[in-house]
């Protein structure tokens, strides 16, 4: 990752008022190091131009064709504002900041809705799924998710924090890039996902998987030890099983070396 991009995210993590925005921003540059700012300001500034303030903002989004890509669904481009912008199709969590800044807009309270495996927006009292641009309700989000039943609703519901956005966002791109095995640039997420996260174990474990597929095992054996640094005296069971599995990730580096790519 450049170091104005670390820097970058380094701010972010900082800034109690950084919003869904400029994490939507962040993950935009990751994936397109060279994207033109100007160019999604003036897309913004268009869209905004047209919003009736008397229109509920889904509905306004909804009939300018924004909606979730629903042919291509696993494309990163649903991850870049300025394509979300260029082709109106996305995924939930990019068409939920592009409703979140559009109510706010309007004058709304609006906030994201950190819902397993599709993300929400409440705008004022209304849940909407930003992925059609249509209002539901808990109930209609809950039914078909056995796996669900019997969790607090208030943890299913839960807003979700701009950095709480980001990370999950980041989460989407690692999961493609190790599908592709494209170890460079999952480890690229990572190490931004670490910038936010600093003390979270799991991701120094995921950090040193990635180097170690990329065959650089020094860096690999660096990273589990810092995750085995960080989980030392752990009382919690997640934290125990991470131990566990660094402590099996750097007795099976032994008698491996470090193999030039």
């Known amino acids: 990752m450049e170091a104005s991009l670390e820097q970058a995210f380094a701010s972010f993590a900082a800034d109690p008022q950084a919003d869904e925005l400029s994490a939507l921003l962040l993950v935009n540059r990751l994936l397109a190091p060279a994207l033109d700012l100007a160019q999604v300001r003036i897309g913004l500034q268009r869209l905004e131009r047209a919003l009736p303030p008397a229109q509920p903002p889904w ?15 696993g494309s990163l481009d649903n991850s870049r504002l300025d394509r979300l912008l260029a082709t109106r199709r996305g995924i939930p969590i990019s068409l939920a900041v592009l409703l979140i800044h559009v109510a706010r807009l309007a004058g709304h309270h609006a906030e994201g809705v950190n819902f397993p ?9 209304h849940l909407i799924d930003p992925f059609h641009m249509l209002e539901t309700t808990e109930r209609a989000c809950l039914e078909g998710r056995a796996e669900l039943v019997g969790q607090p609703g208030e943890a299913l519901f839960q807003v979700a924090a701009p950095a709480a956005m980001l990370i999950r966002m980041l989460n989407n791109l690692k999961l493609a890039f190790a599908g592709s095995m494209a170890w460079h640039r999952a480890l690229d997420v990572v190490d931004a996902q670490i910038i936010l996260l600093p003390d979270e174990p799991g991701l120094r474990l995921e950090r040193g998987d990635f180097w170690r597929r990329l065959g650089v095992v020094s860096a ?20 125990q099983e991470i131990s566990k599995a660094v402590l099996a990730r750097l007795r099976n580096l032994d008698g491996e070396s470090d193999v030039v790519h």
């Not at 690999?220 to 934290?239: H, K, N, V």
């Open 59 to 73: 509905r306004f989004l909804r009939e300018q064709g924004f909606q979730g890509n629903e042919s291509d669904y």
């Open 117 to 125: 495996g599709h993300f929400l927006v409440r705008v004022d009292a």
């Open 220 to 239: 690999a054996r660096d990273s589990y030890q810092e995750a085995s640094r960080l989980t030392q005296g752990a009382q919690d069971l997640r934290l």
